[in-house]
């Protein structure tokens, strides 16, 4: 069993910000990438920002700048995944989903999705 438990979400007003952090625990061999997706209301899930297991880092355009993706590693090869948000915008509302695709002992890789925190940008 694998689980990215999220936390951090909360309502914000806008030029606020935030700090979302997803902890993956479980029965993990390696972590090879996690990331942040968000979907608003009447939209499709999207990516974020990502990093690799080699600290590279992707961000989608909008939040290029004000957002940053970080991990710390932990014990058994888990980790946990930050995202500070800067700078935050009312577009920026929406829930937030951590992943992460992880080796199991099997030697197979699966992507896992968190339950999702709800972030709330206000004007």
């Known amino acids: 069993q694998v689980q990215l438990v999220e936390s951090g979400g909360d309502l914000v007003q806008a030029g606020g910000s935030l700090r979302l952090s997803c902890a993956a625990s479980g029965s993990i061999l390696s972590i090879r990438a996690m990331g942040w997706y968000r979907q608003a209301p009447g939209k499709q899930r999207e990516l974020v920002a990502s990093?690799?297991?080699?600290?590279?880092?992707?961000?989608?355009d909008s939040v290029k700048d004000r957002f940053t993706i970080s991990t710390i590693s932990r014990v058994n090869a888990k980790k946990t995944v930050y995202l500070q948000m800067n700078s935050l915008k009312p577009e920026d509302t929406g829930v937030y989903y951590c992943?992460?695709?992880?080796?199991?002992?099997?030697?197979?890789?699966?992507?896992?999705w968190g339950q999702g925190t709800q972030v709330t940008v206000s004007s």
């Open positions: 992943n992460a695709n992880i080796r199991r002992y099997s030697g197979s890789n699966y992507d896992y």
């Open positions: 990093i690799t297991s080699e600290g590279s880092t992707n961000y989608a």
